[in-house]
């Protein structure tokens, strides 16, 4: 498994299951919110950065990632839970508001958690990822040949079976040989985390769910980031999230810049979190 960052952390148990979670500095607290198929490592360049400007920063691997538990059964990972490990997490920390961020299906969960619990939050950063319901509205043809993996991870083992492969081949040519991936690889080769994994798509996004229970708008004012060579994702479905948005919009295109834009960009995104969380 990889090695935490060098940041004060701790395991918290909340909503029956452990998370691990790292928490450091002071002032006005950001939590920061990671996809597939990543750990709280993902922002390493972040949490140093928003650590200099006065900033208190919590990044937990969610579960069946990472560090924290990795629950049994499609059921344990539907956004219901994800969102209650949020909620006792944060009252874990006795935090009641917070600024949130959140990338890929992180985004997914930072959307539908200040929706569902809006009182919690106090500005909202998404990437990669538009709101639920402009994501399906934009579910084109074009991006449908996009995210076309997340059909396939719907079946279960042979998705499992592919994935690790010939040394991983599919998931390394997935993500484009990206450098993280040898990594990444590593924390999925772990007893029972590629299905955990895999069963965030499982619980959330099976295709007999389109017609689901609309997600509300949030009210937060919210920063959307896209990404101009993100292989996954078209920016229509980021910068349509504006019709889901009641507090103040902003969106903001990067170019150059993958799906891994905290990776890929780190000093853009770092510029465009601290303009929008702590703003002039």
């Not at 579910?139 to 079946?155: D, G, I, N």
């Amino acid at each position: 498994m990889s090695e935490p960052l060098p940041f004060n952390s701790r395991i918290h148990y909340v909503n029956g299951i452990d998370l691990f979670t790292l928490d450091h500095g002071s002032g006005e607290p950001v939590l920061l919110l990671h996809g597939f198929p990543d750990s709280h490592r993902l922002w390493r360049h972040q949490v140093p950065f928003l650590l200099e400007r006065g900033f208190r920063v919590i990044a937990p691997d969610l579960r069946g990632f990472g560090a924290s538990s990795r629950p049994e059964g499609v059921g344990a990972y539907s956004l219901h839970h994800i969102v209650s490990d949020l909620v006792s997490l944060l009252q874990d920390m006795s935090l009641s508001r917070v600024h949130l961020v959140g990338h890929d299906f992180g985004a997914v969960l930072a959307w539908s958690f200040a929706a569902m619990v809006p009182r919690a939050v106090d500005r909202l950063a998404v990437m990669s990822v538009g709101h639920p319901m402009s994501f399906r509205r934009n579910h084109s043809v074009a991006q449908r040949e996009k995210s076309w993996y997340m059909l396939f991870f719907q079946f279960e083992e042979v998705a499992e079976m592919a994935l690790q492969a010939e040394d991983w081949q599919l998931l390394r040519e997935l993500v484009r040989h990206h450098p993280e991936c040898d990594r990444w690889i590593a924390d999925l080769s772990r007893p029972g985390a590629l299905t955990a994994a895999l069963n965030w798509y499982r619980a959330n996004m099976k295709p007999k769910l389109q017609g689901r229970q609309p997600v509300p708008a949030v009210s937060a004012d919210t920063l959307g980031i896209w990404s101009d060579e993100d292989p996954f994702l078209l920016e229509s479905q980021m910068r349509d999230s504006a019709h889901f948005v009641r507090g103040q919009w902003r969106f903001e295109a990067l170019r150059g810049a993958g799906h891994w834009m905290q990776l890929d960009a780190p000093d853009q995104v770092n510029h465009l979190l601290s303009s929008f969380l702590k703003p002039d």
